[in-house]
């Protein structure tokens, strides 16, 4: 069965920067359910238990089917639904955001916050990089080192990244294509090696393309 691609977070990382001396912290995370959202939560605010407001958003499924935000304890509408709404816009799921504020003594008023929780969202998400998953397979390929530069050639040809690569008596190529994709390749490779190919094709899977 086949997944419409999907975008998410490729891994957990932050950034932060500082507004009228309050200092802003944007994480994003990739999840795949509410109880990793809330598990991710739960560290930052135990991590970061000193801050003076832990605000969040997330959205599970590929049709959003869950989506939660928080202002935690910042005005109505200021930090959760700043945070959601960059989500959403930027097409993002299973996925969590958390912002973390340090309040620097000057109040930035309802417009201020709305632009810096927007800000921070940003900044967690760029930190985090946003991945479009697929459904896909993994094709290693062995051969000749003679035959490395063609075997590569053929892969960008037919739509297949290169994984890595592994020397040693022969060369090994990992290669990521779409699912319903790779009978052109394997066909191709096939020619190439005149029969003498190893080839392995893993089973599907959901991965980032």
């Known amino acids: 069965m086949s997944i419409a691609p999907y975008k998410t977070l490729m891994k957990r990382a932050s950034d932060s920067f500082i507004v ?12 795949e359910s509410e109880e990793e959202a809330l598990g991710f939560l739960a560290e930052m605010r135990r991590e970061y238990q000193d801050a003076s407001h832990n605000c969040y958003a997330y959205i599970i499924g590929t049709n959003m089917g869950i989506m939660r935000y928080n202002d935690d304890g910042e005005p109505g509408g200021t930090a959760g639904m700043p945070i959601i709404e960059v989500m959403k816009a930027r097409g993002v799921t299973n996925a969590i955001v958390v912002v973390t504020r340090y309040f620097g003594g000057v109040l930035l008023g309802t417009g201020g916050l709305v632009r810096a929780y927007t800000q921070a969202t940003q900044a967690g998400i760029e930190a985090a990089e946003l991945v479009v998953v697929s459904r896909c397979v993994d094709i290693e390929v062995r051969a000749a080192y003679g035959k490395y530069d063609q075997l590569v050639r053929i892969a960008s040809d037919c739509g297949a990244k290169v994984l890595d690569t592994v020397y040693d008596d022969a060369v090994t190529l990992r290669l990521r294509m779409l699912d319903g994709t790779q009978e052109p390749l394997l066909l191709k490779i096939t020619e190439l090696e005149r029969g003498q190919e190893r080839v392995r094709v893993s089973e599907p899977l959901e991965a980032a393309f």
Do not use: E, Q, Y
């Open 20 to 31: 009228n001396k309050s200092r802003f912290i944007g994480h994003g995370a990739p999840v």
